[in-house]
């Protein structure tokens, strides 16, 4: 009754071992904004930095953290990657001013961008095309489990620890995920792998992007994961002005965003009992045109200032959470069984700076959006990018003899 991925033994050590590494993601999330908001009365624009100090990373070193991935011992650098975290997370504790606790996150996002191109390095070399639905429904439904439960976590803390607190706590348990990186044995990766690299990292950086640009699947997954990840969150952060259009109450609010989570989770756990995905672009385009038509109805009810049930606005969002599974987890197995093993290092961390871009660009078109028609304009551009999405990744063949 068990899920397949959970037959192998190193797999789970490397689930277990991802558990506290998500969960150190968001647990001092709210410790780092009281700070900012409470303790120091940062300005307006602190705030702004603070989201450079944990996006850029992403985009300026991820590419050669990828890089190093594929020439480096996996286990080695899942080990470092939150080793490295457990320090720069600590030195959070010592931290002055909103300026240094900013470099502190910048430094330990730069850390960060090593742990998830090296754990889809890890899945693919410890899984066959068979288990990969189900190896990454469970990734996938910790990530997002941690997403919900770890900023609760952290809030409670402050009601009995001070803010630096908080992050000693969250030190202790990136180091605890580093240990349990220990217990992996060392990751075999395909016979084809490269044993020694001779050229420099800035050559093997542009050799990545070569290699994507000449793979037609990977090109085309990669491009169409950005564009829902702009999708996404072009409307991410005017979903509370929405609510309050439609007239709903703050803890409706509430309700809606546990709604998106706990779809995701219930998503990931659908497919991680989910044997071999034949065609998984077809899970993608059933995903991204039912999120789409979601995306829509909402922006055209707020646009016609109609009204909406309760019980409808938190359904939508419940679908909106387990469409975004359906999109996220076939995506990563048509990477893994697509690239080259001595690529998935590098694939997977340009596909982080793709979405980090489109993170850090699509608020600002939702907010021009905004301004110029409604707070639902941004969700009504969003669903026709995920239904134009859907449209192309329907037809994308996945037949590699043809890349």
């Known amino acids: ?34 700070l900012l908001a409470f303790v120091w009365k940062a300005p ?6 603070l989201a450079v100090g944990m996006g850029a990373p992403y985009l300026i070193v991820g590419p050669f953290a990828g890089a190093l991935v594929d020439r480096l011992p996996i286990r080695t650098v899942l080990f470092w990657s939150n ?29 960060d961008t090593f742990f998830s191109p090296a754990k889809q390095a890890a899945i693919q070399a410890l899984t066959t095309a068979g288990d990969r639905a189900s190896a990454n ?36 348990i990136s180091f605890s995920a580093a240990m349990l990186c220990l217990r992996l044995k060392e990751i075999e990766r395909d016979e084809n792998h490269r044993k020694s690299v001779e050229i420099g ?7 990545g992007l070569a290699y994507v640009r000449s ?29 309050r259009d439609l007239d709903f109450e703050q803890q409706h609010l509430g309700y809606a965003l546990a709604a998106v989570g706990a779809g995701g989770v219930v998503g990931a756990i659908v497919f991680s009992f989910l044997s071999e995905l034949r065609k998984p672009q077809r899970l993608i385009a059933v995903g991204t045109f039912v999120g789409g038509a979601m995306l829509l109805t909402l922006g055209i009810f707020d646009l016609l200032n109609a009204s909406m049930r309760l019980q409808v606005f938190i359904l ?15 995506v990563r197995i048509i990477l893994q069984n697509s690239v080259s093993p001595d690529r998935m290092g590098s694939v997977t961390a340009l596909s982080e700076a793709a979405n980090m871009l489109a993170l850090l660009t699509a608020p600002f078109v939702g907010a021009l959006l905004v301004s110029l028609f409604s707070v639902g304009a941004p969700f009504t551009v969003g669903g026709f990018i995920l239904l134009i999405a859907a449209t192309v990744i329907s037809r994308l063949d996945l037949d590699q003899s043809k890349s």
């Open 1 to 34: 009754m068990l899920p397949a991925a959970l037959k192998s033994r190193e797999l789970r050590k490397l689930l277990f071992a991802q558990l506290p590494a998500d969960f150190a993601d968001w647990l001092d999330f709210v410790a780092i904004g009281t």
């Open 215 to 243: 793979q037609v699947v990977v090109r085309t997954v990669l491009f169409m994961m950005a564009a829902m990840y702009f999708a996404i969150f072009i409307y991410d952060t005017f979903i509370a002005p929405l609510a």
């Open 44 to 49: 307006s624009y602190a705030y702004a930095f």
């Open 137 to 172: 429904g469970l990734s996938h439904g910790i990530n997002q489990a941690s997403k919900i439960v770890a900023p609760g976590a952290g809030g409670t803390f402050l009601i009995w620890f001070a803010p630096a607190l908080i992050f000693v706590i969250n030190a202790i």
């Open 83 to 111: 080793l490295g975290r457990a320090l720069a997370t600590g030195a959070l504790f010592f931290a002055n001013s909103w300026v240094m606790l900013i470099c502190l996150v910048a430094v330990r996002a730069s850390l």
């Open 201 to 207: 990292l800035w050559s093997e950086v542009r050799e």
């Open 316 to 330: 939508f969002f419940l679908v909106l959470g387990l469409t975004s599974a359906m999109a996220v987890i076939p």
